[in-house]
């Protein structure tokens, strides 16, 4: 899974890029609004993590904007303080939900797993095939009864296969779902990754 995160505060950022790839999520970083809107348009994202004080544009601007051109990733809006009405407006303009700063790491993952649940085309808890079932809630994985051992981008390769097991996958396809835009390991890369699994 692919998110992006975008937020100014290099503290707050550092705290979610570490969380969020314990959970084995590529992620990407836009430090404002006019670079969120870019990268939106760019990649393609599973979920977009979006702080609502942002440089140059804020983040019920990008929700606009995003929805208003057709986007449907799930938008996860982060906020210092929790007005009602603000929640309002933020979910009117087009998030998905609203978590407040700062927040519980537990509960944080626990929102962004719901969200991306949501837009899942497999809504089971558990991914399956054959013997082979991935349980995205406990991050395990299992052929019959015997745990697998993954690496980071392995579990992400399997689990991008099993949530949309009748598409035709390429390299490039990997490339964009599994590793952040920053990282650039080549088409080789993905086939030596692809092997191991």
């Known amino acids: ?13 550092q705290a979610l890029q570490s969380l969020l790839a314990s959970y084995d999520y590529a992620v990407d970083v836009a430090p404002d609004g006019e670079a969120a809107l870019t990268l939106a348009e760019t990649f393609t994202y599973d979920l977009m ?16 904007r995003l929805r208003s051109q057709g986007q449907h990733l799930p938008i996860l809006l982060l906020a210092g303080h929790g007005e009602a009405q603000q929640q309002a407006t933020a979910l009117h303009a087009g998030a998905d939900d609203y978590v407040l700063k700062p ?31 991935l349980d995205p809630a406990a991050h395990r994985v299992c052929y ?39 990282e650039a390991p080549g088409l080789e890369a993905v086939r030596v990754h692809i092997k191991e699994l």
């Open 1 to 13: 899974m692919k998110v992006l995160v975008v937020e100014d505060d290099g503290a707050v950022v």
């Open 103 to 133: 927040f519980d790491a537990e509960e944080f993952m626990a929102r962004v797993q719901a969200l991306l649940r949501r837009g899942s085309p497999t809504p089971a808890p558990i991914l399956a095939w054959g013997k082979l079932q």
């Open 144 to 182: 019959d009864i015997h745990p697998l051992l993954l690496t980071p981008k392995e579990y992400a390769i399997l689990e991008l296969l099993l949530r949309q097991p009748e598409r035709t996958w390429n390299a490039q396809g990997f490339l964009d779902h599994s590793w952040s835009s920053l």
């Open 49 to 64: 993590v979006l702080d609502l004080m942002l440089p140059k544009l804020d983040g019920l601007t990008v929700c606009r």
